[in-house]
């Protein structure tokens, strides 16, 4: 009765400012660094942080970061790193609120690869890279690969995690399969005497890897569509690296996390090519990024510490798996959060990649390209399950299509049309 005075409403200002701290809280500050050992120097990175996104009532941010491993030359990797990001983002439909925009991310991913591909192809120049792109809004963070650079993630609870596929014909069956089945062949080098030496590779061409961006003069089967992951940490963040194959030729994901614990992402970085080159030589290419998330009350960037005191504060945030008795009482406070893993998918195949659930907006865009994003009159667009095996009870508004262009591009890449051919020996696509 007499508390009655002590519930007064709160001003809004007040609640206003508390709304701006809650929202702040729902978003890491993010801290990167990089590091590079160059022998040919076609590897390239892209590191974006704070693009800024309109949302209908406000401004957010993410960022962004690739590393692009070239070969046979570095213009395919320079020219995506040049051009991704452009060509996936304008394949995310406009006006999606935070939710939606990252449910989109995926589908614009596989469209962006696919046209930085097939336009990086009409300059007719050589060379292909791997590509390693990274996409972080709030919590979420999306992967997309194609070759040999890997993306791995420490969640602050301990947990490690592959973020993207390994292209590589040697260790992937599946792709093997699927570039004999569309018409390559996969087999290894031979010498004058016949002797097979060497990894696996795709002939014509002789490239190791299944998937690339570039690579015009091998077969249109190796492609650019990349794997793609998406998953949310939990808000204790968690540490993110990105390397090229000069790294995780020499070095485990466990080896690479464990040699820079305790590290600000730039001396990481360092630190995770100096242990590579020092197990294997300066053989390649060795670039490393190294990100961190992290729960916006530490909003100093961690500066190197001084020795002594150093370790015991970064343990905290990203423990060792063997927990030292020391770390008990900080590890009862830590909830037994996991990573969430929202989207995985890694088919080749463009029908599957492009025709997802999607945020109702697509119907906006029926009239446009799903892959170039070019637009359409109406019946001008081919449906993209056009030639696959229940085609015949397609009916005429069955997208999402493609112009004629992207359309020849699918078929090539699924093995219907010889490579660089001008379609005269088209078949049908018929079973
Ligand atoms: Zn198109």
Known sequence: MSSKGEHQA?????????????????RPEIFHGQANQSKKGEDFTFLKTECQRVLGDGVTTYSVFGLFDGHNGSAAAIYSKENLLNNVLSAVPPELNQDEWVAALPRALVAGFVKTDKDFQDKAQTSGTTVTFVIIEGWVVTVASVGDSRCILESAEGGIFHLSADHRLECNEEERERITTSGGEVGRLKTGGGTAIGPLRCWPGGLCLSRSIGDMDVGEFIVPVPYVKQVKLSSAGGRIVISSDGVWDA???????????GMPPDSAASQIVKEAVQVKGLRDDTTCIVIDLQPPEKTTPPLPPPKKLGKGVFKSMFRKKSPE???????EYSEPDVVEELFEEGSAWLSERLDTKYPICNVFKLFMCAVCQVEMKPREGIS?????????????????FLCSSCQEKKEAMEGKRPSGGDGSQYSSGSE
């Not at 709160?10 to 729902?26: D, G």
């Not at 070095?251 to 614990?261: F, G, N, Q, V, W």
């Not at 095996?389 to 997208?399: T, V």
């Open 325 to 331: 008795p020391s770390c008990q009482i900080d590890n």
């Open 384 to 400: 993209i399950h056009v030639g696959s095996s229940n085609s015949s009870k397609l009916r005429p508004w069955d997208g999402p």
């Open 251 to 261: 070095l485990t994901p466990e080896m690479a996390l464990e040699c820079c614990r």
């Open 10 to 26: 709160i001003p809004l200002s007040v609640l206003l400012k508390r709304e701006l701290a809650n929202e702040k809280i729902e």
